[in-house]
């Protein structure tokens, strides 16, 4: 059972099974990604933060004969859309991490290189520019290519003037539809990769403690 509560326009969850402090900062949780209101992070005094939100689109996911149903389920899960929010309060790191399966229980770390990184390089990654996969053609002309099936980052920065980024990550192959990413070099160069390759490396290594919120 859950009982919810608003704060100034966040959203926030107390977990019975938790015992969160809905009134504690460091216990910052939400429904999903879009009941996150960035300006109630700020007014709850949180203003060093940044969200990140990893999805991909496919044709599904094809799984052996013999799985059991909870395996099929692991494996969805696994690959379902998820957010990670960090950030810093009263001098502590803490990850929040969402998605459609599980409850997470905030996590305390006390060194991230991923608050690091965007501490350091606020300006460079506001000022970044990915460009999209694109060849050159023969006739000297520059089309941009992209593919059905790609997986994307849609990453919220708190620091500085906010700044919202979109990112495919096709756009940072060497080798595209009909050809030669032109711009794969420059892609690779940005501070945003940089930063993707941290928080995927860091999130990876992470451990939450969750209980099960899907539905038998």
Do not use: W
């Amino acid at each position: 059972m859950k009982k919810i509560f608003i704060l100034g326009q966040l959203l926030f969850v107390q977990t019975i099974l938790l015992g969160q402090d809905i009134n504690n900062p460091s216990h910052l949780d939400s429904l999903g990604i879009f009941n996150v209101k960035i300006n109630s992070l700020i007014k709850s005094g949180v203003d060093t933060f940044f969200i990140y939100h990893a999805y991909c689109y496919s044709d599904g996911y094809s799984f052996p004969d013999n799985y059991s149903q909870e395996q099929i389920r692991e494996g969805e899960c696994n690959n379902s859309p998820t957010t990670y929010i960090f950030y810093r309060h009263t001098s502590k790191n803490y990850v929040i991490k969402i998605n459609d399966c599980f409850k997470y229980a905030p996590v305390e770390i006390i060194k991230s290189k991923s608050l690091s990184f965007f501490i350091s390089h606020s300006k460079e990654l506001i000022n970044d520019t990915v460009k999209d996969a694109s060849v050159l053609n023969k006739d000297g002309t520059i089309s941009g290519v992209g593919t059905d099936h790609s997986c994307y980052r849609n990453i919220y920065f708190s620091i500085d003037r906010n700044k919202y980024f979109n990112l495919d990550l096709y756009d940072f192959q060497k080798n595209v539809y009909t050809g030669k990413n032109i711009y794969y070099s420059h892609n690779r160069r940005t501070h945003i990769k940089k930063f993707i390759d941290i928080v995927t490396k860091e999130t990876e290594t992470l451990k939450f403690s969750h209980r099960d919120t899907r539905q038998n």
